[in-house]
């Protein structure tokens, strides 16, 4: 849905901190942080609790 509706184009455009885009691009951290809350998550550390969940990471 983000790709589709060119959102993740936009936070790419907009928003520029990283020097290097290997591997990821300033969307993928921010709508890290986004799929984080809307997960029901309201620490940064939830990620990584996530992160370790196989059910949170299958695509």
Do not use: W
Request: one cysteine or more.
């Amino acid at each position: 849905m983000v790709l589709k509706s060119g959102l993740v184009h936009e936070i790419n455009r907009q928003v520029k901190l990283l020097k290097s885009h290997i591997p990821y691009h300033e969307s993928d951290h921010v709508l890290n942080i986004a799929y984080n809350v809307l997960c029901g998550n309201i620490r940064l550390e939830d990620i990584e609790l996530n992160r370790q969940d196989t059910g949170y990471s299958m695509q």
